[in-house]
C-alpha cells in the first residue's frame, strides 16, 4: 500500500522561520508531503512517513 497525501497536514503546517534554526524549534519536516510541521508525533498525521527532525546536511 503507497502513501497519500491527504491535506491533513496543511492544518498543522508551522509558521515560516529562518532554515537554519526550524530543527532547533521542534519543526518536523515530512518528506513526501514536502511541509514542515509543529508535531510531537515521530510520524505525519497525513501519510504516515517517518518525519525528519534533523537536517541533512550540516554547515561548519
Known amino acids: 500500500m503507497g502513501r497519500t ?3 491533513i ?3 498543522h503546517k508551522a509558521e515560516s522561520v529562518p ?4 530543527y532547533e524549534i521542534g ?3 515530512c518528506t ?3 511541509i514542515f510541521l509543529k508535531v510531537d ?3 505525519c498525521i497525513c501519510c504516515k512517513a ?3 527532525t534533523k537536517p541533512r546536511s550540516k554547515k561548519q
Not at 532554515?19 to 526550524?22: S, V, Y
Request: hydrophobic share 25%; charged share 35%; glycine share 10%.
Open 19 to 22: 532554515n537554519k534554526i526550524r
Open 50 to 52: 517517518v518525519l525528519r
Open 41 to 43: 508525533e515521530t510520524r
Open 32 to 34: 513526501f508531503c514536502g
Open 9 to 11: 497536514c496543511q492544518m
Open 27 to 29: 519543526q518536523k519536516r
Open 5 to 7: 497525501c491527504r491535506g
